[in-house]
């Protein structure tokens, strides 16, 4: 068995915070101990308590004067665009055609998925991001490179081969047949083995013609525990674009609901322009709004009311997510920074408090994963962050007039990035340092 004790100042999250004072939604331990024990906490408390209770010869680390919290958890991003990232384009279906669609097509290859992969993770835990749930390409081979580096790093990872069998180049479609029986293998592959999770990836209306929704419709209930993802209500043309392929439909969510595609494991990308009804037919259901704020601004899309759709009567489920490569930063802090302003322009205020509770537990319950995730409680796996506020030369002058926790976390969140992650910690090992 493997027995460290870990030294910081411990912030984690028990509950959502229903204001910037809801000191109850939180545990912060200015000296506190972490005891990890074989990829697990096995207990949290005050250094004091912690040393007490743990024999002299258990190795401790010392991490003061950083915050220590949970790893922090990107909700929706794309493997294979990491060379889409930063692409010149006016909006969601330009961007998608001119650059992504011959990019991912790249993927086809194994060798190429591989590499990428390793880029993939190292910028994960570059980030202090240690789970993620991205989707690969239409093609196997990538799923298979994502998820055997997973493996590698112990990492607990969502992700799910794309089904796409229209409107994109011939080298990224496959069939609803092919769509069904790859997603299969996939599953069975490597649903479950590590810590990975497969999810049911439908990329969206627009490229997944209705033979093929039948045939995300039947994973859906074949697989009821696995999650879903996929987009909703980006862009204004993609809204209008999806009615025409689906006349039925009364709205683009009852597309996804008539394919039993709406429920608590459904996580929809953006969900920027929903109706009234779309609302509150994603809360029913209990799912997810996946909100990515650098994409929404970087192509355009819109404003994610993220504080209004949380408030309503009947409350939507919100995430939130880098979106990487329409997304324009690894980073959930700069993610959340771009969040802040986005409900600044919407005449809303989200406090420090509820930013972090998003990267962390609020990510896991959206995930359904907070028994394991999201959070520093005992039993849980000891995936988590060192973040250094001072990290820059501009962080470290403005930390000379912070006086508080509050405003330490925004200016984390408001100039920090990969340089304020001292490190990052998965299954109990520290992975930042080696790459
Ligand atoms: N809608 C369908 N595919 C994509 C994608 O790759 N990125 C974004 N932002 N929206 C999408
Ligand atoms: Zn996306």
Request: with cysteine; proline share 4%; net charge negative.
């Given at each position: 068995m493997t027995?460290?004790?870990?030294?910081?100042?411990?912030l984690?999250?028990?509950?959502?915070?229903?204001?910037?004072?809801?000191?109850?939604?939180?545990?912060?331990?200015?000296?506190?101990?972490l005891?990890?024990?074989?990829?697990?906490?096995?207990?949290?408390?005050?250094?004091?308590?912690?040393?007490?209770?743990?024999?002299?010869?258990?190795?401790?680390?010392?991490?003061?004067?950083?915050?220590?919290?949970?790893?922090?958890?990107?909700?929706?991003?794309?493997?294979?665009?990491?060379?889409?990232?930063?692409?010149?384009?006016?909006?969601?279906?330009?961007?998608?055609?001119?650059?992504?669609?011959?990019?991912?097509?790249?993927?086809?290859?194994?060798?190429?998925?591989?590499?990428i992969?390793?880029?993939?993770?190292?910028?994960?835990i570059?980030?202090?991001?240690?789970?993620?749930?991205?989707?690969?390409?239409?093609?196997?081979?990538?799923?298979?490179?994502?998820?055997?580096?997973?493996?590698?790093?112990g990492?607990?990872?969502?992700?799910?081969?794309?089904?796409m069998?229209?409107?994109?180049?011939?080298g990224?479609?496959?069939?609803?047949?092919?769509?069904?029986?790859?997603?299969?293998?996939?599953i069975?592959?490597?649903?479950g083995?590590?810590?990975?999770?497969?999810?049911?990836?439908?990329?969206?209306?627009?490229?997944?013609?209705?033979?093929?929704?039948?045939?995300?419709?039947?994973?859906?209930?074949?697989?009821?525990?696995?999650?879903?993802?996929?987009?909703?209500?980006?862009?204004?043309?993609?809204?209008?674009?999806?009615?025409?392929?689906?006349?039925?439909?009364?709205?683009?969510?009852?597309?996804?609901?008539?394919?039993?595609?709406?429920?608590?494991?459904?996580?929809f990308?953006?969900?920027?322009?929903?109706?009234?009804?779309?609302?509150?037919?994603?809360?029913?259901?209990?799912?997810v709004?996946?909100?990515?704020?650098?994409?929404?601004?970087?192509?355009?899309?819109?404003?994610?009311?993220?504080k209004?759709?949380?408030?309503?009567?009947?409350?939507?489920?919100?995430?939130v997510?880098?979106?990487?490569?329409?997304?324009?930063?690894?980073?959930?802090?700069?993610?959340?920074?771009?969040?802040?302003?986005?409900?600044?322009l919407?005449?809303?205020?989200?406090?420090?408090?509820?930013?972090?509770?998003?990267?962390?537990?609020?990510?896991?319950?959206a995930?359904?994963?907070?028994?394991?995730?999201?959070t520093?409680?005992?039993g849980?796996?000891?995936?988590?962050?060192?973040?250094?506020a001072?990290a820059?030369?501009?962080?470290?002058?403005?930390?000379?007039v912070?006086?508080?926790?509050t405003?330490?976390?925004?200016?984390l969140?408001?100039?920090?990035?990969?340089?304020?992650?001292?490190?990052?910690?998965?299954?109990?090992?520290p992975?930042?340092?080696?790459?």
């Amino acid at each position: 068995m493997t027995t460290t004790l870990i030294r910081g100042r411990l912030l984690s999250f028990l509950r959502r915070p229903v204001a910037i004072d809801d000191t109850a939604s939180y545990r912060y331990e200015e000296d506190g101990g972490l005891l990890v024990e074989d990829g697990k906490i096995a207990a949290v408390g005050s250094y004091a308590d912690m040393r007490a209770a743990t024999p002299a010869e258990v190795e401790e680390i010392d991490h003061r004067p950083h915050l220590i919290l949970p790893g922090l958890i990107d909700t929706h991003l794309h493997f294979p665009q990491m060379q889409v990232i930063g692409s010149y384009a006016a909006n969601l279906l330009e961007w998608l055609n001119t650059y992504t669609f011959p990019e991912e097509c790249r993927f086809v290859e194994s060798e190429h998925a591989a590499r990428i992969a390793r880029h993939f993770y190292d910028e994960m835990i570059r980030h202090g991001t240690t789970t993620a749930v991205a989707y690969c390409s239409v093609h196997k081979t990538s799923t298979d490179a994502y998820f055997a580096e997973a493996l590698k790093r112990g990492m607990c990872m969502v992700g799910g081969k794309v089904m796409m069998d229209r409107n994109a180049p011939q080298g990224l479609l496959d069939t609803p047949e092919t769509g069904y029986d790859e997603t299969r293998a996939v599953i069975a592959e490597w649903h479950g083995k590590g810590r990975n999770h497969v999810a049911i990836t439908p990329r969206f209306a627009i490229t997944s013609t209705p033979a093929q929704m039948e045939m995300a419709a039947a994973l859906a209930r074949e697989f009821p525990d696995l999650h879903i993802q996929t987009h909703l209500s980006e862009n204004h043309d993609e809204i209008r674009f999806t009615s025409e392929l689906y006349p039925d439909a009364i709205d683009y969510t009852d597309v996804y609901a008539k394919y039993g595609l709406l429920g608590p494991k459904s996580l929809f990308g953006h969900c920027i322009h929903l109706s009234e009804r779309e609302a509150d037919a994603m809360s029913e259901a209990g799912a997810v709004a996946v909100h990515c704020p650098t994409s929404n601004l970087f192509l355009g899309s819109g404003l994610f009311p993220l504080k209004a759709l949380s408030r309503r009567d009947r409350p939507v489920r919100i995430a939130v997510a880098t979106d990487v490569g329409g997304g324009t930063s690894y980073s959930m802090l700069k993610t959340m920074d771009e969040a802040y302003k986005i409900q600044q322009l919407l005449g809303e205020r989200l406090n420090p408090f509820e930013s972090f509770y998003h990267m962390t537990l609020g990510n896991a319950e959206a995930l359904s994963l907070e028994d394991r995730i999201g959070t520093l409680e005992a039993g849980t796996d000891a995936d988590f962050v060192v973040l250094d506020a001072a990290a820059t030369p501009a962080m470290a002058l403005k930390m000379e007039v912070v006086r508080s926790l509050t405003d330490e976390l925004f200016l984390l969140q408001t100039l920090g990035d990969d340089r304020a992650v001292r490190e990052t910690y998965v299954a109990g090992r520290p992975m930042k340092a080696a790459l």
